[in-house]
C-alpha cells in the first residue's frame, strides 16, 4: 500500500511542488510584471540551489571544451562556484560580468546563432539585452529584469549559462545517459562470504590437524610396537608370576576426579554456522510480521490524516481563490494603467530630454550674446579709446612740424643749391678763360 505522503507534508508546510490549476493561474497572474516570492514558492534549500548550477555548468562546460576559450583570451580556469552570488566569496562584478559576456557570446556561436563576441568596454544593458534577446528565440522564458545580470554572479546568471549550454550540448548531438550503479554487497553478503572463508579455511586447518595426529598415532604405534615386542621378550625370560595391582583405590579415584573434566567432550555453537542463521532469519521474520500489523494501523490512521488534510486544503484553496478573485482583477487593472503612466512617462522623458537639448543650445548662445554686448558697453562708457586718439592726433602733429622743418630745411638747401648754380652760371658767362683768344689776340 503506497501513500502519497510527500505531497501531503509539502501541502501542510506551505510548499506546492504540483499546485492546483487555478492556484497556478492566480500565481501566475500576480507575478507578471513583478517578481516571485521566493520565500513563499520555494523551500529552504532553494537558496545552496545555485551552487549545484554552478557545479553542473562547470562540467557541461568542460564537456564543450571551454578551455580553448579561456587560452585564446588568457584567462584562468573557472573555480566550483564562481558565478555564485554569496557573502562568503569574493566577488568581483567586472571581471565576472566581462567572464559571462565571453561565455554566453561563445555558447551562442556554439548552439549555432552567428553572435558577435562582445569587448571589454562596451555598453553593459546592450550586451545584456541582446544576451537575453537570443536565449528567447530557443524558447526560454526569461521572468526577471535584464539588470540582474549586470552584475556578474547570482542565481540569474548561473541559469543563462546552463540554458546556453544545454543548447550548445543540444547542437553538438550530446545527451546524458542514465548513470548505472554498481552492485552493493550488503553487510550480511559480506558476512556469509567471510564465514564460508572462514569455514573453508578451519576446514583445511582440521584436515592438517588430522594429519598430524595420524602421523602421531603411526609414530606410537610403531612404539607400542616396539614396546611390546621388549616385552613379550622379557616375558620369555621371566618366569610367570601373578600380577598385582600395587596402585592404591583411593589415590586411583582422586586422579580419576582429576581428570574426569577434561575427558568430557563438549561442542562450542558457532555464530557463523549456517544454522543459526536461518533460526535468526525466522525470527527477524516473526519480528517483521509483528512490527507489520503495527506499522499497517499507523499507515492507515496516518491516510485518514492526510486525506482529511487534504480536503481541507482543497476546500481552503477554493475559499482563497473565491476571496482573490476581485484583488486579482484590482491588480490587473492596476498593471495595466501602471504600464500606460509608463508609456507617458518615457515619451515625456524623450521630450524633456530634446527640450533640454535645445535649452542648452540658446543658453550658449545667449551667454555669447551677453559677452558681446558686455564688450561693446564697456568700449563705450570707457574713456581710455578718446584718450589714446588725443595722444595719437598730438604725436601727429608733432610729426607733422618735424616734417615741416624738414621740408623746410630742404627747400632752403634747395634754394641756395640753385642761386649758387646760377651765380656759377653768370660767372662762367661774363668771365672768358685765357686760351680762348689764343695766338690771335
Not at 108 to 121: H, K, M, S, V, Y
Not at 203 to 215: C, I, L, S, T, Y
Not at 305 to 311: A, F, M, R, V
Request: charged share 35%; proline share 4%.
Amino acid at each position: 500500500m503506497r501513500i502519497n505522503t510527500r505531497s501531503a507534508a509539502d501541502r501542510c508546510l506551505n510548499v506546492t511542488p504540483e499546485p492546483r490549476p487555478r492556484v497556478c493561474e492566480h500565481r501566475g497572474a500576480m507575478a507578471e510584471d513583478g517578481r516571485r516570492g521566493e520565500e513563499e514558492d520555494r523551500g529552504p534549500g532553494a537558496v545552496h540551489q545555485v551552487f549545484v548550477v554552478m557545479e553542473n555548468l562547470l562540467e557541461k562546460l568542460k564537456l564543450l571544451r571551454y578551455e580553448e576559450l579561456l587560452v585564446r583570451h588568457n584567462m584562468k580556469p573557472l573555480s566550483r562556484h564562481y558565478f555564485v552570488s554569496s557573502p562568503y566569496l569574493v566577488a568581483n562584478p567586472g571581471e565576472q560580468f566581462f567572464m559571462f559576456s565571453v561565455l554566453a557570446a561563445w555558447l551562442l556561436n556554439a548552439a549555432g546563432r552567428n553572435f558577435t563576441e562582445p569587448q571589454e568596454f562596451d555598453e553593459p544593458n546592450a550586451t545584456v539585452s541582446n544576451i537575453l534577446a537570443e536565449l528567447r528565440t530557443f524558447g526560454v522564458k526569461v521572468d526577471f529584469p535584464p539588470s540582474k545580470l549586470k552584475s556578474g554572479s547570482g542565481e540569474q546568471v548561473c541559469f543563462v549559462l546552463d540554458r546556453l549550454a544545454e543548447e550548445a550540448l543540444k547542437r553538438r548531438g550530446f545527451s546524458f545517459k542514465r548513470p548505472v550503479y554498481p552492485t552493493e554487497v550488503t553487510e550480511e553478503d559480506e558476512q556469509l562470504e567471510e564465514d564460508a572463508e572462514m569455514n573453508l579455511s578451519r576446514a583445511e586447518d582440521e584436515v592438517m590437524e588430522e594429519a598430524e595426529d595420524e602421523e602421531e598415532d603411526v609414530m606410537d604405534l610403531d612404539a607400542l610396537k616396539l614396546r611390546s615386542t621388549h616385552k613379550e621378550h622379557e616375558s620369555r625370560l621371566k618366569p610367570d608370576e601373578i600380577l598385582e595391582s600395587t596402585v592404591d583405590a583411593a589415590e586411583w579415584n582422586l586422579e580419576v576426579e582429576r581428570v574426569l573434566p577434561q575427558l568430557k567432550v563438549t561442542i562450542r555453537t558457532d555464530n557463523k554456522d549456517w544454522r543459526i542463521h536461518v533460526d535468526q532469519m525466522h525470527q527477524h521474520k516473526e519480528g517483521i510480521n509483528s512490527s507489520l500489523t503495527d506499522a499497517k494501523g499507523h499507515l492507515n490512521k496516518l491516510q485518514e490524516d492526510i486525506s482529511k488534510t487534504l480536503e481541507k486544503v482543497s476546500s481552503r484553496e477554493k475559499y482563497i481563490n473565491n476571496q482573490l478573485e476581485g484583488l486579482i482583477q484590482e491588480y490587473r487593472s492596476a498593471q495595466a494603467k501602471l504600464r500606460e503612466v509608463r508609456e507617458r512617462y518615457k515619451q515625456a522623458s524623450g521630450g524633456v530630454t530634446e527640450r533640454t537639448r535645445v535649452l542648452a543650445k540658446i543658453s550658449e548662445e545667449l551667454e555669447k550674446v551677453k559677452q558681446e554686448m558686455e564688450e561693446k558697453g564697456s568700449s563705450m562708457s570707457d574713456g581710455a579709446p578718446v584718450v589714446r586718439i588725443k595722444q595719437a592726433v598730438m604725436k601727429l602733429k608733432q610729426e607733422t612740424q618735424q616734417m615741416e622743418v624738414r621740408m623746410g630745411v630742404v627747400e632752403h638747401s634747395l634754394l641756395q643749391a640753385k642761386l649758387k648754380e646760377k651765380s656759377n652760371m653768370t660767372r662762367d658767362m661774363h668771365h672768358v678763360p685765357d686760351s680762348a683768344t689764343g695766338p690771335f689776340s
